[in-house]
């Protein structure tokens, strides 16, 4: 088993900045896909941008290119840069794992999931 432990959520005003992070444990021997996710009120959860071991090849979605940017250190913490933060980007933000080597948006193929952070942003 993983475990995922994302941090860094808030409140902060539309143009500013917040970085989240994702903590894993456990069994995290192997290569893994680590993936960001987020979810607004009434709406699906949504890819945002995924990274793979290493932070070799990133992936992200098109409503965040250019401002959100991830990466992953080798102590097992993979990270969100969020810029330029709208109202739009107001949800619950995931952090996500999957075995493997190749990037995914889909959200059933990750296998482990963190309890979310809330991100809030206000105009």
């Known amino acids: 088993q993983v475990q995922l432990v994302e941090s860094g959520g808030g409140l902060v005003q539309a143009g500013g900045s917040l970085r989240l992070a994702c903590a894993a444990s456990?069994?995290?021997?192997?290569?893994?896909?680590m993936g960001w996710f987020r979810q607004a009120p009434g709406k699906e959860r949504e890819f945002v941008a995924a990274?793979?071991?290493?932070?070799?090849?990133t992936a992200y979605a098109d409503s965040v290119k250019g401002r959100f940017t991830i990466s992953r250190d080798n102590a097992n913490t993979m990270y969100l840069q969020m810029n330029s933060l709208k109202p739009e980007d107001t949800a619950v933000y995931y952090c996500a794992a999957r075995r493997g080597y190749i990037t995914s948006a889909r959200a059933t193929t990750y296998d482990y999931w963190g309890q979310g952070t809330q991100v809030t942003v206000s105009s």
């Open positions: 990274v793979t071991e290493g932070g070799a090849s």
């Open positions: 456990g069994r995290t021997f192997g290569a893994y896909v």
